[in-house]
């Protein structure tokens, strides 16, 4: 009678290992973060039909009042220009700016005008006006009248920074004008000038002659619109109007910035 063999003993197969021989390791997983927005909470109850007056009702509003110690006083006093803060230019040809009482709008062209202008009168009162000298003279044409007006202006244009002299019949030479003006524009200031004096100051005193022509120079050396000015060329332009004597018009009586209070903006947007 044959025996019977025991049934061959299997091995347990070993644990699965990594590489190099080390056992498996599995991260755990990681809790998540409290949440910081608590959304259990009930929804709101509308009142069925309009609200009144065709607006929301104030207590679905939940923006909140602006905190009234933060609206500046309603006063606005032109020191406030000393602290503006420049922040960027539209269309290259206005700043924007902000201070404590709102938001500030500058016409960069009339804010430098303005300076020049000021700028003008003073070394005129002073007798030290700055003037460039040009490597060849500018010689113009005149007409009859604008010949008569020359002689008549031709000093008080030399101590406005001008260089002229007569050049033949109704001829005149420019061997030097105002700093700040470009080649292109002295001939045109020139004309500019002998028009007004024709036009406009024949019957004002001599006073009101200079503070013309300081506008005119003023004007055309002033930067001009459409220009860009980086953040420190706006300080500057800001900070140096903020010192002359009349900073909110140009010589000429345009404005020169618009303000919108804090008031005026909170208004606006539903806030007081």
């Known amino acids: ?89 539209i269309h290259e040809s206005f700043i924007i700016a902000a201070g404590r009482d709102g938001l500030w709008i500058i016409d960069q062209h009339v804010a430098h005008e303005r300076i020049l202008f000021e700028k003008v009168l003073r070394q005129q009162a002073e007798n030290r006006v700055e003037r460039q000298q040009l490597l060849m003279p500018i010689v113009l044409d005149l007409t009859a009248a604008q010949q008569i007006e020359y002689a008549r202006i031709a000093d008080e244009m030399n101590r406005s920074g001008f260089d002229t002299e007569p050049f033949g019949n109704r001829t005149i030479a420019v061997k030097a004008a105002p700093a700040g003006i470009g080649p292109g524009d002295i001939e045109r200031l020139v004309y500019e000038i002998l028009e007004i004096a024709e036009g406009e100051l024949r019957r004002v005193s001599l006073d009101d002659l200079r503070r013309g022509m300081a506008a005119t120079i003023a004007c055309r050396a002033a930067i001009k619109v459409n220009m860009r000015l980086d953040q ?15 900073p909110m018009s140009c010589p000429h009586g345009r404005p020169i910035a618009l303000r919108y209070s804090m008031r005026e903006i909170l208004r606006s947007f539903h806030r007081i």
């Not at 420190?232 to 009349?246: G, Y």
């Open 1 to 89: 009678m044959a025996t019977s063999e025991p049934p061959p003993t299997v091995s347990p197969e070993p644990p699965a290992t990594g590489e190099g021989g080390s056992p498996p390791f599995t991260l755990r997983p990681v809790p998540a973060p409290i949440a910081r927005l608590d959304f259990s909470a009930p929804a709101l109850e509308v009142a069925p039909g309009p609200p009144p007056s065709g607006k929301l009702s104030r207590r679905l509003d939940l923006h909140g009042e602006f905190p009234p110690e933060a609206i500046p006083a309603p006063e606005m006093s032109l020191s406030v220009l000393s602290e503006l803060r420049p922040l960027g230019q």
């Open 232 to 246: 420190s060329k706006m300080e500057w332009l800001l900070h140096t109007l903020a010192a002359t004597d009349c």
